[in-house]
């Protein structure tokens, strides 16, 4: 799947920390989606496009472009399954 969005908007409501290439290799019932990373973003370059490099293990990824409390959070539930729901904490107190 292909999404495009306009640029003026991704750059005032989208605040990118994470970005994946994947291949589909099945679709299951009810929408799970069984895939692999074949590249993923490692940072913004100066003209805000994506760098891309190899992914990291199945079960780790990169994240960038992070705002202090954001990082934060991160650092202290580095080893946490959980740790990218309590990041977004950052953003819904109700989480």
């Not at 190899?54 to 946490?80: C, G, H, M, W």
């Amino acid at each position: 799947m292909n999404i495009a969005l306009q640029a003026k908007p991704v750059d005032s409501k989208i605040h990118a920390v994470c970005c994946l290439h994947v291949r589909v290799n099945r679709v299951r019932e009810f929408g799970f989606v069984e895939y692999e990373v074949v590249r993923e973003a490692v940072r913004l370059s100066p003209e805000s496009a994506f760098v891309w490099a190899e992914p990291l293990s199945p079960l780790r990824r990169r994240f960038f472009n992070l705002t202090k409390d954001e990082y934060d959070i991160a650092v202290q539930n580095a080893n946490d399954p959980n740790a990218v729901i309590k990041a977004m904490s950052v953003y819904n107190k109700d989480i």
